[in-house]
């Protein structure tokens, strides 16, 4: 059977009220796999989003954390905090922390390693610009964001980290890599990963593909041997259009 994480990164929208008023229709979607779903949220929502998910089986995730434990960092949240709530998942280098706060291959490296230790799945995001592609480096460059990631990171840890390929020129676009690009680059990062690693990893990777994800093209892009699940931006936070991917996923899965 094949696995999936279909993730809805809601980004920075909604308010704890709507958050819970969307799992409750969520609920009522019936997924066939809710294991295989997580919603990623602001941090305000997570300890209201924990209590209405309990029982439902959809797991939780954070949008970003410091990779320090405590100090004088105003304004950032802890992984001991992400864990007092109950956290399952947390994005790691995610484009928009990449261009717009600073976030660089080093301190996700640190974020990495903070969480594993900790026990919370990281989702590591890696994927190139419009520009990189045009100049055929789109390899090379995801290569180098794979290798400063996992920098110090034993076989057994590397394993149990997500990664999400998001090419930046598709992410709130609207447009989508095609299913040939999206696979090409998926399998591109499973082979990396087994040469910075070993063959076994390549099994137990989960890679996604996020961006611009929605129902009208899931079934295409899910159906690629090498990619795992989405990290579904937009569309997640619409209900129908955030289930109708799980069960998308959930049928592909049997």
Not at 231 to 244: P, Q, T
Request: charged letters at 25%; a negative charge; hydrophobic letters at 40%.
């Amino acid at each position: 059977m094949k696995r999936f994480l279909i993730a809805g990164n809601w980004k920075m929208n909604k308010t704890s009220a709507q958050a819970v008023h969307y799992v409750k229709e969520l609920k009522a979607q019936n997924l066939e796999r809710p294991e295989d779903v997580a919603i990623i949220a602001p941090f305000t929502q997570l300890e209201p989003l924990k209590k209405a998910l309990e029982g439902t089986g959809i797991a939780l995730g954070a949008q970003n954390v410091h990779y320090e434990h405590s100090g004088a960092f105003t304004g950032e949240i802890s992984v001991d905090m992400l864990k007092e709530i109950g956290v399952d998942y947390c994005v790691v280098g995610h484009s928009e922390r990449r261009q717009y706060f600073g976030e660089t291959d080093a301190t996700v490296n640190k974020k990495l390693k903070v969480l594993l230790e900790e026990g919370i799945t990281p989702i590591l995001c890696v994927g190139e610009s419009l520009e990189t592609r045009e100049k055929k480096q789109e390899q090379a460059f995801v290569c180098g964001q794979l290798a400063a990631a996992f920098e110090g990171i034993s076989l057994e840890d590397a394993a149990k980290v997500v990664i999400a390929y998001e090419p930046i020129w598709a992410i709130g676009t609207g447009h989508t890599a095609t299913p040939e690009q999206a696979e090409e680059m998926c399998s591109f990062i499973r082979g990396m990963m087994e040469g910075l690693y070993d063959i076994s990893i390549g099994e137990k990777l989960l890679i996604q593909y996020g961006g611009s994800m929605k129902p009208g093209n899931a079934k295409d892009l899910l159906s690629k041997k090498d990619i795992n699940g989405g990290l579904i931006g937009g569309a997640s936070l619409k209900v129908k259009d955030f289930a109708e991917i799980a069960h998308i996923a959930a049928e592909l899965a049997e």
